[in-house]
C-alpha cells in the first residue's frame, strides 16, 4: 500500500468526522454505500477522481490538501508570497495513478 493511500484514506475520514456525519450520512451524501465509505477511509478502495472532485466542492475542502495532505483544508487559502513562488508539488508522476495525475492537473488548473 502506498503512503499515498494510506494518508488519503485518514484524510477522508478526517473530512466526515469534520461535519459529524456517520459513514452512512457522509454516503447519502455523497451518493454511495456505507460500505463504499468504509472502503475508502480504509484504504481498501481508490475513491474515483469525480468522487474526490464531489467531495471537495461539496465540503469545501482544498483539493491539494486532500491529494496531498499539505496546506490548509479548507479550500480558501491564503498564500504567503514564499508560497506563491515554490513549486505546485513535487511527486515522481510515474508513481501516480491515472486518477491522482488528473486530481493534481485539476488542481493546477483550479487554484482556489
Same mark, same amino acid.
Given at each position: 500500500? @502506498?503512503?499515498? !493511500?494510506?494518508?488519503?484514506? *485518514? $484524510?477522508? =475520514? %478526517?473530512?466526515?468526522? +469534520?461535519?459529524?456525519?456517520?459513514?452512512?450520512?457522509?454516503?447519502?451524501?455523497?451518493?454511495? @454505500?456505507?460500505? !463504499?465509505?468504509?472502503?475508502? *477511509? $480504509?484504504? =481498501? %478502495?481508490?475513491?474515483? +477522481?469525480?468522487?474526490?472532485?464531489?467531495?471537495?466542492?461539496?465540503?469545501?475542502?482544498?483539493? @491539494?490538501?486532500?491529494?496531498?495532505?499539505?496546506?490548509?483544508?479548507?479550500?480558501?487559502?491564503?498564500?504567503?508570497?514564499?508560497?506563491?513562488?515554490?513549486?505546485?508539488?513535487?511527486?515522481?508522476?510515474?508513481?501516480?495513478?491515472?486518477?491522482?495525475?488528473?486530481?493534481?492537473?485539476?488542481?493546477?488548473?483550479?487554484?482556489?
Amino acid at each position: 500500500m @502506498s503512503e499515498f !493511500t494510506w494518508q488519503f484514506g *485518514e $484524510r477522508f =475520514r %478526517q473530512i466526515r468526522k +469534520l461535519v459529524s456525519l456517520s459513514q452512512q450520512e457522509f454516503g447519502q451524501l455523497l451518493g454511495v @454505500s456505507r460500505q !463504499t465509505i468504509n472502503a475508502y *477511509e $480504509r484504504n =481498501r %478502495q481508490r475513491p474515483t +477522481l469525480d468522487m474526490m472532485e464531489k467531495v471537495c466542492r461539496l465540503q469545501d475542502i482544498s483539493p @491539494s490538501w486532500l491529494l496531498t495532505g499539505r496546506g490548509n483544508l479548507r479550500a480558501e487559502m491564503t498564500f504567503s508570497a514564499a508560497e506563491e513562488t515554490s513549486p505546485t508539488y513535487a511527486v515522481a508522476e510515474e508513481h501516480l495513478y491515472p486518477e491522482q495525475r488528473a486530481l493534481i492537473s485539476f488542481i493546477i488548473e483550479n487554484p482556489d
